[in-house]
């Protein structure tokens, strides 16, 4: 059974950075879409970053651009979201998210909170 758990989450001041993990197991990881999303309290959750672990391909939620990173280790079949210059907007519950793309139809953000596996998530709090 697929398997998502996250770490790294934590509190921080604004202009600080945190790194998010996520250790997938469960399934062969290759030929994923897999991302973060955040939800914060009263907010709609929102797709943050996604990558294509079949051929590295990237999409961001225009709010972390060039802010945030996606990135991968396949041979530690596990996923990071660098994430630099926080601001207390960037508060939020963070998920890590898969779901099997053969050809990575659906590696973008408006689909990450739809993901087929997610984890529990991990906090960020970004105080200013």
């Known amino acids: 059974q697929a398997q998502l758990v996250e770490s790294g989450g934590g509190s921080v001041q604004a202009g600080k950075s945190l790194r998010l993990s996520c250790a997938a197991s469960g399934y062969t990881y290759s030929r994923y879409c897999m991302g973060w999303f955040r939800q914060a309290p009263g907010k709609e959750r929102e797709g943050v970053a996604v990558?294509?672990?079949?051929?590295?391909?990237?999409d961001y939620a225009d709010s972390v651009k060039g802010r945030f990173t996606i990135s991968q280790d396949n041979a530690k079949n596990t996923l990071y979201l660098q994430m630099n210059s926080l601001k207390p907007e960037d508060t939020a519950m963070y998920y890590c998210?898969?779901?099997?793309?053969?050809?990575?139809?659906?590696?973008?953000?408006?689909?990450?909170?739809?993901?087929?596996?997610r984890g529990q998530g991990t906090q960020v709090t970004v105080s200013s």
């Open positions: 998210a898969a779901a099997y793309s053969l050809r990575g139809a659906y590696c973008y953000t408006g689909a990450v909170i739809a993901y087929q596996y």
């Open positions: 990558i294509y672990t079949g051929g590295g391909s990237t």
